[in-house]
């Protein structure tokens, strides 16, 4: 939809010429191609967006600044919608005890694994976090990531879970990233409430939770329903009080086990479940009737060396969305790059590069509740856009340990 020139802004702040746009809209073509295509920025929106032989002559007019980009390719801004990228310490020691043959579950219960990060991130300082972060997260925006959601989840007591979160928010303040803070108070049971996880559910519900929701530290609830972290009638608790509070909740489910937790998190209007592997018909069904996206985690997948894949055809049949992210976190996924993700959605998860790239920009938005501002190339939506030395857009998908991005910008200002 084209608007009226009377209706453009009066201010343009940049127009882009010279590349193919990969969209990612639904105008009916794959990836949503506009080749040779223009982009107008006024503020932090774009205010046109179509082919450059379109392009009226009163934008060009008004416009501060033409970049002709003269070749290459440009998408929206990598969305990933699903990291635990805030902590202390590191669990290479880990990762050495799985290549002998160590299980996750066996790490986790002698007391490693998500525990030996809580207690690292209890003594790290608010500042240590922000630091370590930082470095995590720039490599994540070297490859053209604009907006990234961040979980607590690894300080499981009051002081540190606000701690984690309060790192996150202020990454989003010191770097060019829109930052999604979500609450993941209930991802394990700390070690002063062995035995005790309905206690420790209470005091998530009735001290923690509010805590952060009161501070506004949080846009988000997720839970780690599993065998080995809370069952499905303790998830359905944090999810009621998340509802009561105002906040949207997300799951991490179905990932070693099968707990009916995507279907539960249905019932609370979810934005998303996450991990999948054990998905049944049943989850499936319940995803599509509520319109939650379903968030893949390749690389996680991967370093666990899960055999088994979330069903992603019947996923598919029953068009529930497909979320790409990360899952960068120390132990299961220690991953840095969104685009090795985009090529193991593809090669482990057998994606199309096109649903692989859909679900880094579109689909990551859709799952953090954010579709109306970003993931796609189109009028109105926020400018936030990537610049690639690419010859077609599976590329990026296809290559590896290579970075073509060539520019970012995001809310209209170039920032890499
Ligand atoms: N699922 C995951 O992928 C991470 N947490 C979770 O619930 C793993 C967290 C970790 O091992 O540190
Ligand atoms: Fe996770």
Redesign the pocket.
């Known amino acids: 939809m084209k608007t009226e020139s009377a209706d453009w802004p009066e201010e343009i702040d940049s127009v882009w010429t010279g590349a193919n746009l990969a969209t990612m809209a639904a105008n009916g073509r794959p990836y949503g191609l506009i080749e040779d295509g223009a982009l107008a920025v006024s503020g932090r929106n774009l205010v046109w967006v179509g082919p450059a032989r379109e392009l009226p002559p009163e934008i060009l007019q008004r416009a501060d600044r033409v970049e002709d980009l003269d070749s290459g390719w440009i998408t929206p801004g990598l969305v990933d919608c699903h990291t635990?990228l805030v902590y202390g310490g590191n669990r290479a020691k880990e990762f050495e005890q799985r290549l002998k043959g160590v299980s996750y579950t066996d790490i986790l219960a002698s007391g490693g694994?998500?525990l030996s990060?809580v207690k690292a991130t209890r003594r790290a300082s608010e500042e240590d976090l922000v630091r370590t972060g930082r470095q995590r997260l720039k490599s994540l925006l070297a490859e053209g990531v604009t907006t990234v959601e961040i979980k607590s989840g690894y300080g499981l007591d009051l002081e540190t879970e606000l701690k984690m979160l309060r790192a996150a928010v202020r990454l989003g303040q010191s770097l060019p990233v829109t930052v999604c803070p979500t609450f993941l108070g209930a991802?394990a049971l700390p070690p002063e409430y062995k035995d005790r996880s309905d206690a420790y559910i209470d005091f998530v519900c009735s001290q923690v939770l509010p805590e952060a929701a009161r501070k506004g530290l949080a846009r988000a609830v997720d839970v780690?329903c599993e065998s080995i972290?809370f069952s499905p009638e303790q998830s359905r608790r944090v999810f009621q009080k998340a509802i009561e509070l105002g906040l949207r909740v997300k799951i991490?489910a179905e990932?070693l086990s099968n707990q009916e937790g995507a279907a539960l998190a249905a019932e609370f209007g979810a934005l998303s479940a996450d991990?999948l592997e054990h998905l049944t018909e049943q989850g499936i069904e319940a995803m599509a009737r509520s319109g939650m996206v379903a968030v893949l985690?390749p690389g996680?997948f991967y370093c666990l060396g899960e055999t088994r894949l979330p069903p992603i055809d019947k996923l598919r049949a029953h068009k529930v969305p497909l979320a790409v992210s990360t899952?960068s976190?120390?132990?299961?996924?220690p991953v840095q790059s969104l685009l090795l993700m985009l090529n193991m959605a593809c090669t482990l998860f057998r994606l199309t590069p096109e649903e692989a790239l859909a679900g880094i920009t579109r689909e990551g938005a859709r799952a953090l509740g954010l579709q109306e501002r970003i993931g796609t190339l189109e009028q109105g939506k926020e400018a936030d856009f990537v610049l690639w030395d690419i010859h077609e857009p599976a590329e990026l998908a296809a290559s590896l340990g290579h970075n073509p991005c060539h520019k970012v910008v995001r809310r209209g200002c170039l920032v890499g």
């Open positions: 635990h694994g998500i990060t991802h780690f972290a991490h990932q991990h985690l996680a899952d976190n120390p132990g299961t996924s």
